[in-house]
């Protein structure tokens, strides 16, 4: 039997929180749902902590070329549902994504979708930054990585999957897709790590995203937004 929704994790030297976001989809991988881990050339021991979890044939761990977008286009090719998810490896899903994403498309008015997020940090600015996000992605239909993206297997087929660029391929992904359908903005919320804002500085990387998005906006190359974000 085919499952239901196929759930696809890129990771990069992620072995010191890889089995808990494992340990969370459990319930989800118990009604079926396929878990495809993708590892992008960990240097870190993130393949074999991932290994100690995925010991079922639903659960696969795969290696490809690093780059989120070639690891994430990776877990797709081998994935066997009708509905793909991409999910970060710092991420949480509601308790029931699968019920909620199968509901979304089974409408027939969209044929992707994204979930509401909240960033986990003690800066009370990661809060604000959320709610942003959230209303700006349902302004627009552009929506996040952090949002946990899902779509149809057709859909993502018909936009040739993730564009081969090292930074904001959720975003050229959703102008794609938006081409098709707009997005199912779920109100149901993701709960995505603030370490890199942390780590960053919460303004300095609410100053950094905005440069990075009016780059895209005005036709800089991937290379030069890779660039930016360095």
């Not at 039997?1 to 890129?10: A, F, G, N, Q, Y």
């Not at 659960?59 to 549902?81: D, H, L, Y």
Request: charged fraction near 20%; charge should be positive; include cysteine.
């Amino acid at each position: 039997m085919l499952p239901s929704l196929s759930i696809i994790v890129p990771v990069l030297n992620e072995a010191r929180g890889i089995c808990q976001t494992l340990q969370a989809l459990a319930p989800l991988r118990a009604r079926g749902v396929q878990v495809i881990v993708v590892d992008g050339g960990s240097t870190d021991d993130t393949v074999q902590q991932a290994r100690l979890v995925c010991d079922a044939a639903a659960w696969q761990v795969i290696e490809s070329p690093a780059g989120r977008a070639a690891q994430m286009n990776a877990g797709a090719k081998v994935a066997s549902a009708a509905t793909l998810l991409f999910l970060h490896a710092d991420t949480v899903l509601p308790a029931a994504a699968d019920i909620l994403v199968a509901r979304a498309l089974n409408r027939g008015t969209h044929q992707w979708g994204r979930f509401d997020v909240r960033i986990a940090g003690k800066h009370r600015m990661l809060r604000v930054v959320a709610a942003f996000m959230n209303r700006r992605s349902r302004w627009s239909g552009i929506a996040t990585g952090d949002q946990a993206l899902f779509m149809t297997r057709a859909a993502f087929d018909q936009v040739d999957g993730f564009p081969p660029q090292a930074l904001m391929e959720d975003i050229e992904i959703s102008k794609r897709l938006l081409q098709l359908s707009r997005p199912a903005c779920l109100a149901a919320r993701v709960v995505t790590s603030g370490r890199r804002w942390e780590t960053r500085g919460v303004w300095r990387t609410i100053v950094l995203m905005w440069r990075l998005r009016f780059a895209d906006w005005w036709g800089s190359s991937p290379q030069r937004l890779a660039e930016l974000y360095r």
